[in-house]
């Protein structure tokens, strides 16, 4: 599948270089040069440069070529899949699946998944962003190279968003507040450090619920790091029920009881907002009551 943009030049571009107009309309560098190497980029239905002078008047079309990329995999299970359109896919994550290939996983991945279920339409799917394989909820991939980029800067800017709902062991004296500490990877270590030397991270909270000496959190954060929720909730002196790797406990629930619960994101191309959720799976639902 290719993605194809198509821009009417008017007045207000008129005299304008096709490359000027073209980053004017928030293309990178990188974008208008995959395109000019791969030859997608056409005014008025002919091949042209990215020094070609524009008119009124002027359409351009730019068409981003895609190289599928297939990998057969669990053909025989079914995405959950919440949105869909021509440029991206949100998907509800379940537990234990991990977002993507890697070495431990190749073929048993969400993006296999996706991957093997469009096989026919011949595109490659891209992750934006990660949860860990044992963290369940919304998911978003992007179907081309365009939404990709467009999508990746949606979330460095968190334009796209989104919110968590995860039980943690204790009742919290703050019922509402904000964390900040800094994360750093140990070499040989599978989880994340409290370190001066670590990067940022901003978690804010709110308790919505308390039973049992459990607490259900809402949970947004502003920095995306790795494990940034479980080491900073251990950190405050309350792991989440089921992550061992953060001193949980494991007697009701045998992974960290973390869920993406939404996503907030604009249409790439179009701009239109779009939110989803992912209801709470099972396995928290019968801790939560």
Do not use: W
């Amino acid at each position: 599948m290719q993605k194809k943009i198509e821009i009417k030049i008017t007045e207000k571009e008129n005299g304008l270089v096709l490359r000027t107009v073209l980053s004017k309309c928030g293309l990178t560098r990188h974008e208008i040069s995959r395109l000019k190497f791969s030859g997608g980029i056409f005014v008025n239905d002919e091949a042209a440069k990215v020094n070609h002078r524009m008119k009124r008047g002027d359409v351009v079309t730019l068409l981003f070529h895609e190289t599928a990329s297939i990998r057969l995999g669990c053909p025989d299970i079914r995405p959950d899949i919440l949105y869909e359109d021509e440029d991206l896919i949100i998907v509800n994550k379940p537990a234990g699946m991990p977002c993507h290939p890697s070495h431990h996983h190749i073929g048993d991945d969400m993006g296999t998944l996706l991957q093997t279920y469009y096989q026919e339409e011949n595109f490659t799917i891209r992750a934006i962003g990660r949860l860990d394989k044992d963290v369940s909820g919304v998911m978003c991939y992007a179907k081309n190279q365009p939404s990709a980029a467009r999508l990746s800067r949606e979330r460095s800017g968190d334009v796209l968003h989104k919110t968590y709902l995860a039980i943690a062991e204790g009742s919290f004296e703050k019922k509402k507040g904000t964390l900040e500490y800094r994360l750093a990877k140990e070499e040989g270590r599978k989880d994340r450090v409290i370190s001066e030397k670590g990067k940022l991270c901003i978690t804010d909270y709110e308790v919505i619920r308390e039973a049992d000496g459990n607490s259900l959190l809402l949970i947004s954060i502003c920095t995306g790091r790795t494990h940034q929720i479980r080491a900073g909730m251990a950190e405050a002196g309350h792991p989440l029920l089921g992550d061992a790797l953060y001193g949980g406990r494991t007697d009701q629930i045998a992974r960290p009881a973390l869920h993406c619960f939404s996503i907030t994101l604009k249409q790439p191309f179009t701009g239109e907002e779009i939110k989803m959720e992912a209801p709470l799976p099972e396995d928290m639902k019968k801790i939560t009551g």
